[in-house]
RNA sequence: GGUCCUGUGGCCGAGUGGCUAGGCAGAGCUCUGCAAAAGCUCGUACAGCGGUUCGAAUCCGCUCGGGACCUCCA
């Protein structure tokens, strides 16, 4: 059941349809996060895309290898090619051993992402267990040409790759004379042929922390080399799907094509995905504007900016109601919208897991609440079948048009109302008939917990909160009303809310 | 300064030139011991000014506003 699903490729600035390399295996790589510090919400919407991208082509029947790197050394603090370490200058800062904060952020990340729901990658490699094969890449760019030791660095010869046919900034849109002119380096001082040449080895200074033995004496790799590097490896010289953040096109992205390109001969990815930025009141997220949020600080609402806790499921909801390629403003009031939108969604979750089809001819039946419900002749209403039909493959179409996740999310709540009608018998399972029935539920729970990641966030305990609807029940026929609202009292303290229906009485959570 | 994106109803947020996005908030109705929930109905939006077109939120131009990248950032 392979969907047409097709992908705004970066590199060619169109939406173009998805065709593995070799399929049904589909290749996609994502640069992780740098573990210096917690991730912030801002990291969180990248690898949600992509969350979202690995569980819809698995979905859709590919067998994806995800790889998702971690960046453990490399990744320098301040001017591009100059600076500190960020994990280097971590450690001294707090007097630990590098590996100790690698350690320490690498288990925050991962934490963080499962709290969200998130897929585990197929392979998570890291920077700092693969420096063979980078020393070998630079050996190797060296022998063709493409590299240059200088002072005990290494760097990537621009000026010669583009000699031999490439184009150093096709991906960002870049001219490289308008970068040139743009750059700050001073003529003269650079151990650099040229200012845009950037470093695939550094040397170390012998402060610096973290260094390897290297062919060109002590050091460690560049930033943009371990991506080419552990690409090539797990998932080969070219391969189908490359994703990152947008800030991370220019100059990451663009280094990794020039170096790929320079090591095996051949474009290194088909598909180049960037996700877009999360802002707070119009402006990007970032450390230095204080604006940005970790994770902990949005799920607790232990921030000066928010009014109140907002859970991880609501979180994520929220941000998979705009498309992965625009901006997403952060607010109260858009996350107090989504917070009672997902718990609406997730209702229905619990509702439609709970309904079983009854057919027509059948007089009355029970359902999991073990309540009866009379059903009388029922004919099939094929203009509600049709549309649920109908919206079922607008969630498909949403999903194939780039990862429409609003749009998706949309069809989702078409759905949920025929969830409603069935779950508050305004309308009888029979008249969609068994297909349309299945269709329905089948269709309801995997658009919602397999391909949207959302779940329901819960520790309640069912059979006392069933004992207490039994009670409830029973002081309701006997109209002792102050104990049922006593009971309602005690629901709402633990926001669920309780659901008396003529034919039948349920909890839910509090929207 | 260079490159690029963007401006949608009270708020958020989709929108492939003509066909109801959706959510939140608000109003009314149904149901109900009272509620809650849900269903139904309603608000008739596309920054401004021109242009192309039978027809534009959607294409083109200009003006104004917002943002991103160009330096580390997802």
Known sequence: MTQPLKIYNSLTRQKELF?????????????????????????????????????????I????????????????????????DKIGRMAKLEKLEP???????????????????????????????HLIEQIEAVKDLIDKGLAYESNGSVYFDINQYNANGNNYGKLSGRVLEDLLTETRELEGTSEKRNPLD??????????????????????????????????TKYLGKQFDIHGGGMDLKFPHHECEIAQGTGLNGTEPVRYWMHSNMLTVNGQKMSKSLGNSFLPVELFSGN?????????PMTSRFFMLQSQYRSTLDF???????????????????KAIKALTYI?????????????????????????KVADIQKTVQAFYDAMNDDLNTAVAIAQLFNLLKYVNMIYLNQLNPAALGKEGFALLKEKYITFTEEILGLKEETTENNAVLSGMLDLYREYKSAQQYDKVNQIR???????????????????????
């Open 99 to 129: 590996m100790e904060i690698v350690q320490r952020y690498t288990n925050d990340f991962h934490q963080v992402l499962e709290q969200l729901n998130f897929r585990t990658p197929s392979i998570e490699p890291t920077a700092t267990g």
């Open 303 to 311: 921030h000066p900016l928010l009014e109140q806790a907002y859970s």
């Open 19 to 59: 065709q593995p390399l070799s399929p049904p295996h589909v290749g996609l790589y994502v640069c992780g996060p740098t573990v210096y510090n917690y991730v912030h919400l801002g990291n969180v919407r990248t690898f949600l895309t992509f969350d979202i991208l690995f569980r819809y082509l698995t979905h």
């Open 198 to 231: 950037f470093a695939i080895w550094k040397k170390a200074a012998p402060e610096h922390i973290m260094q390897w033995e290297s062919p060109w004496g002590k050091g460690f790799p560049g930033w943009h080399l371990e991506c080419t590097c552990m690409s």
């Open 331 to 349: 607010s109260n009031d858009a996350l107090k919208g989504s917070q009672k939108a997902y718990k609406r969604i997730i209702n229905g979750l």
């Open 359 to 383: 057919p027509a001819e059948v007089e009355s039946y029970s359902n999991e609440a073990g309540l009866k419900v009379s059903t009388p002749g029922v004919t099939i209403d094929e203009k």
């Open 489 to 511: 009292s005690y629901f709402k303290a633990q926001n669920l809310v309780i659901r008396d229906m003529k034919h039948q009485i349920d909890w839910a959570y509090e929207e």
């Open 61 to 84: 029947g590919y067998k994806v290898r995800y790889v998702r790197n971690i960046t453990d050394v490399g990744h320098l603090v301040g001017d591009g090619d100059e600076g500190e």
